[in-house]
């Protein structure tokens, strides 16, 4: 089993950015995929972006491709998110989660609590 703790989240302006980070403990960390999902009130979870094993292969929602980036620090046991250029609709719960392999990210087994992040206009 794998522990996950989000954090990074809060307050900024539509434009702007933020970096998320998701701390991992209790597996080896360069051996899961790695991912970033978000959940806006009212709404069902969806996903943000995807990380494979050692950083190979990422995957983005068409949404934030080419504002968001994915990156991951397996020395540090770290996976980040930047998100840049966010907008209003971008305002979510964001989760991280890891499972076994890239392919198997669209239903992960393991999760963090989430970290608010708020986008105003």
């Known amino acids: 089993q794998v522990q996950l703790v989000e954090s990074g989240g809060g307050l900024v302006q539509a434009g702007g950015s933020l970096r998320l980070s998701c701390a991992a403990s209790?597996?080896?960390?360069?051996?899961?995929?790695m991912g970033w999902f978000r959940q806006a009130p009212g709404k069902e979870r969806e996903f943000v972006a995807a990380?494979?094993?050692?950083?190979?292969?990422?995957n983005y929602a068409d949404s934030v491709r080419g504002r968001f980036t994915i990156s991951r620090d397996n020395a540090k046991n770290t996976l980040y998110l930047q998100m840049n250029s966010l907008k209003p609709e971008d305002t979510a719960v964001y989760y991280c989660?890891?499972?076994?392999?890239?392919?198997?990210?669209?239903?992960?087994?393991?999760w963090g609590q989430g970290t608010q992040v708020t986008v105003s206009s």
């Open positions: 989660a890891a499972d076994q392999s890239l392919q198997t990210m669209s239903n992960p087994g393991s």
């Open positions: 990380i494979g094993q050692f950083g190979i292969g990422k």
């Open positions: 209790g597996r080896t960390f360069s051996r899961l995929a």
